[in-house]
């Protein structure tokens, strides 16, 4: 149980377009969703929390206008990296909670290539 | 939330035990110790949690000191396919918190 799928694995898209990234909870219910960024070699850095309903929360640094997030339902959430830029490129992951202190349950990432 | 020291690397022999520690000496009396691990450009996978007895599953085993300072996560017979970098991370029970990842440990299991 617990399955957190994310869509795409993998997007190659030209500086200044937009890509959205979904992340779906198939078999539980989320009340919270993490969006997390990994650059190569480095932890994962979290980008926003995202709680379903509301508007999402995003850490020092993290620009919302640039990465708009959408927690429409219980089971889905999306991230839109928007007028992406090189820079941009990176591994992004997805998790998911049933519940405030539950364990995170993530999805397998997408590479973002932005050339 | 309390932060979490762990090594950077170790290494282990396929079939052996792999013990890979975790200090948390500012742990809470409310906050878990989780566990979790990614292999290489993979989503990270949840291994186990415990708040202050030991626990153990189908993956592994997690044994925290009495004065819940510093854990030990025990993958029993590691394989290859257990090559990974570790984290270990603290959270709090109910209430919101903020889960953040360190550097964790990479394990490389070798023939």
């Known amino acids: 149980g617990a399955v957190v799928s994310q869509h795409p694995s993998w997007v190659i898209c030209k500086s200044g377009t937009s890509v959205k990234i979904e992340c779906r909870s198939l078999?539980?219910?989320?009340?919270?969703m993490f969006w997390y960024r990994q650059f190569p070699k480095q932890s994962l850095m979290l980008m926003a929390t995202?709680?379903?309903?509301?508007?999402?929360?995003?850490e020092q640094g993290v620009e919302k206008d640039k990465f708009l997030i959408n927690h429409a339902s219980l089971t889905l959430s999306t991230l839109t990296v928007t007028s992406a830029h090189p820079e941009d490129s990176s591994f992004y992951i997805c998790?998911?909670?049933?519940?405030?202190?539950?364990?995170?349950?993530f999805g397998n990432g997408t590479r973002l290539t932005v050339t | 939330d309390a932060k979490t020291t762990q090594p950077t690397s170790m290494d282990c022999a396929e079939g052996r035990a792999a013990n890979l520690p975790c200090n948390h000496s500012?742990?809470?009396?409310?906050?878990?110790v989780y566990w979790y691990r990614q292999i290489h450009s993979q989503g990270p996978q949840y291994i186990i949690h415990?708040?202050?007895n030991n626990e153990t599953n189908e993956m592994a085993s997690l044994i925290i000191t009495e004065d819940r300072k510093s854990s030990t996560l025990i993958l029993p017979h590691a394989t290859l396919r257990d090559t990974a970098v570790y984290y270990c991370?603290?959270?709090?029970?109910?209430?919101?918190?903020?889960?953040?990842f360190g550097r964790g440990t990479s394990l490389i299991v070798h023939p």
């Open positions: 998790s998911a909670q049933t519940g405030p202190g539950s364990p995170l349950h």
């Open positions: 078999d539980f219910q989320a009340t919270t």
């Open positions: 995202s709680n379903e309903g509301s508007k999402a929360t995003y």
């Open positions: 500012t742990i809470s009396g409310n906050e878990y």
């Open positions: 415990g708040l202050k």
């Open positions: 991370i603290v959270e709090k029970a109910g209430g919101s918190y903020i889960p953040t």
